[in-house]
């Protein structure tokens, strides 16, 4: 049976990585209703550490899994790291005495300890005793009241733990999460346009380094330049925006980086090149999720269009996926940026939202992302490939994703 691991990022309050949840996803063929939480555990883990690898899966991140009161009980998160695993104890485990003696050993391991979807229950006698050993309590705001909420956090000033927001979907929601004190959020909202701020996306100096000693070659290789911009956000960004500029406006509409070079030539992108490295020269830009999101988005694209056969266009699908985030970085609508890039008309399309080819891959890389199953088994089925490929191609990327930002 093939069974695949998905995860969804957890922020601290600058919008950095702290942690990722794992999360369990079965082949087509079973329903993930009939799956109980033993297995899907098991299999997360089993995939999640064994096959894929916890470094490829986490980038060196705190992984948080669920554990139900069977699990705990019998161990099971003994085989995992306690340097690297944040155990996740699930709404449904009632708490008892042996419960409460079985995650203080865990804590003496040097295990962290979250609760899931946490509710108010003062009745409970070993709520309190619980409490003086757990890490991160997790708080769902969509299934929770605000009065809930208030409560909840009310309560949980006496004790040392820090607050997770889940399912936080809007930047009101966002902001009221942070004043209201929590520590570290998960959710969709963190895909949308809000959480970085500024009109500039960062590019990393190596990169322009990279591309301005190819360029200075007798006979420089113009497939390794657009490569090389290519795989950096920003350049890529400013390249399109540059050609559509005044001075080099152009009446072809650009599919690929390649043809945009070209269409330009390479005296005009070293200069343009060596204008930005100066701009830049005393910034440091740290990597964001966001980018690597936008990373992952667009490998994985590319590699969806290679399946499916379309090679001529992987350099299209991939630019689609790099820019799928762009309004997040520019904090500004995807209207108003599509308008100033020069790109192919239906690329502009699919970016607002359009259904066409290369929506459909983009909304199948999103869909895996934010481990909406039923969707993703829907497009796979419309695209025309097997679950099994498109999650090795996920996989793949992660990867892929992981190495790029090792070397800037």
């Known amino acids: 049976m093939d069974v695949y691991v998905a995860r969804q990022p957890i922020l601290n309050k600058k919008q950095d990585v702290f942690g990722y949840e794992l999360l369990y996803r079965s082949n087509s063929e079973q329903n993930l209703a009939l799956i109980d939480g033993d297995q899907a555990t098991s299999e997360v883990i089993i995939n999640g550490f064994f096959h894929i690898g916890y470094e490829e899966l986490t980038e060196g991140k705190l992984c948080f899994i669920n554990f139900t009161e069977n699990l705990l009980k019998n161990e099971i998160p003994t085989f995992t790291n306690p340097e690297k695993v944040v155990i996740e104890i699930l709404e449904t485990v009632v708490l008892t005495k042996e419960i409460v003696e079985i995650c203080k050993n865990f804590k003496k391991i040097g295990y962290k300890i979250a609760l899931d979807d946490f509710i108010l229950l003062e009745g409970n006698h070993f709520l309190h005793e619980i409490l003086q050993i757990i890490d991160i309590v997790k708080v769902d705001i969509r299934n929770t009241s605000r009065a809930k909420q208030l409560q909840i956090l009310h309560f949980l000033q006496k004790y040392n733990v820090v607050l997770l927001a889940e399912k936080v979907e809007t930047r009101e929601e966002y902001e009221q999460c942070l004043e209201d004190g929590y520590d570290y959020f998960q959710g969709y909202f963190f895909s949308k346009p809000v959480i970085i701020t500024g009109q500039d996306v960062p590019f990393y100096n190596p990169v322009v380094m990279n591309v301005l000693h190819e360029l200075s070659k007798q006979e420089p290789d113009v497939d390794k330049v657009a490569k090389s911009i290519e ?5 890529s960004y400013k390249l399109l925006k540059l050609i559509n500029s005044p001075a080099f406006r152009t009446k072809s509409n650009i599919k690929s ?3 945009a070079i070209v269409l330009l030539g390479l005296e005009e992108v070293k200069k343009w090149l060596f204008f930005l490295a100066v701009r830049e020269s005393n910034k440091q830009h740290v990597p964001t999720e966001v980018i690597k999101m936008s990373f992952r988005r ?6 969806i269009a290679q399946m499916k056969g379309n090679h ?3 350099s299209s699908y991939f630019l689609i996926g790099m820019f799928s985030l762009i ?3 520019l904090n500004s609508p995807m209207e108003k940026i599509v308008a100033q890039l020069p790109l192919d008309q239906e690329m502009k399309a699919a970016m607002l939202g359009v259904q066409n080819k290369y929506k459909d891959v983009l909304d ?9 199953w039923s969707e993703v088994e829907r497009l796979a089925s419309k695209l ?3 679950q099994k490929i498109l999650f090795d191609i996920h996989s793949k990327s992660i990867v892929w994703t992981k190495d790029v930002f090792l070397e800037i």
């Open 231 to 235: 795989h950096d956000l920003s350049l």
């Open 298 to 303: 667009a490998k994985e694209c590319e590699l």
């Open 364 to 372: 199948i890389v999103v869909s895996i992302e934010q481990a909406k």
């Open 312 to 314: 001529a266009e992987q």
């Open 384 to 386: 025309g490939l097997s």
């Open 257 to 259: 980086i390649k043809q």
């Open 327 to 329: 309004e997040s970085l």
